[in-house]
Structures are given as C-alpha cells and as structure tokens.
C-alpha cells in the first residue's frame, strides 16, 4: 500500500511559478515511477507529468514541456512539480500519482495504483 500527500497548490498569479510535493509513505517512492495527473473544472483528468523510479526517465504532456519539470527525492520518500511560467489554463486540482509495479511511467490513467487527495492550483489572470 502507498499513500500519497500532495502539498504546495495555491494561488499564483500567470507566469508565475509553483512547486507542488508529493509525500509518499507506506512503501518507498523508489519502488513506483511516479508522476502527476490535474483535472481543471468542466475537463477531463490529463496526464502531466511522470517520472521513472530514480528519475532517469521522464515524460511530459505537450501542454506543459519545458515549463514544468518532475524531480524525486527518494531519500525523502517525495516526488516534485515544478511549475514556471504559468497560464491560467493550468488552473486545476493536480494529483500525485504512483504506478503499479515495474512500471516506469505514469502517463495513463490506467499506469496508476495509488492517487494522492489533489491539490488545488489556482492561476490568475
């Protein structure tokens, strides 16, 4: 079992920056490639972003590449999302992610096991 706390969401105003964390307990972060999810109001839940168990390899949606980057620290059992230049669009509940076992991505819904509360990102115009 895997728990997953997210913290850092807010309010931000556009082209602004924000880091979210993911604190995980019940098992190590090093044993899941872990990632974020968002879900903005009237749309779907898309992938954001996801990185391997150690972190060498990472995927990101379109929408946020070179922009947003996913750091772990295993050490601390948490995974990152650093978030610059934001736009109002990225306004959404994000979600911490954790992958069943040997994957090494998150970028489906179905990748994930386990899913954090959500916190909420708030960007203004």
């Known amino acids: 079992q895997v728990q997953l706390v997210e913290s850092g969401g807010g309010l931000v105003q556009a082209g602004g920056s924000l880091r979210l964390a993911c604190a995980a307990s019940g098992r190590t972060a090093s044993s899941h490639a872990m990632g974020w999810f968002r879900q903005a109001p009237g749309k779907e839940r898309e992938f954001v972003a996801s990185s391997s168990q150690t972190g060498s390899i990472t995927y990101y949606a379109d929408s946020v590449k070179g922009r947003f980057t996913i750091s772990r620290d295993n050490a601390k059992n948490t995974v990152y999302l650093q978030m610059n230049s934001l736009k109002p669009e990225a306004t959404a509940v994000y979600y911490c992610?954790?992958?069943?076992?040997?994957?090494?991505?998150?970028?489906?819904?179905?990748?994930?096991?386990?899913w954090g509360q959500g916190t909420q990102v708030t960007v203004s115009s």
């Open positions: 992610t954790a992958g069943g076992s040997f994957l090494i991505k998150t970028t489906s819904l179905t990748d994930n096991d386990y």
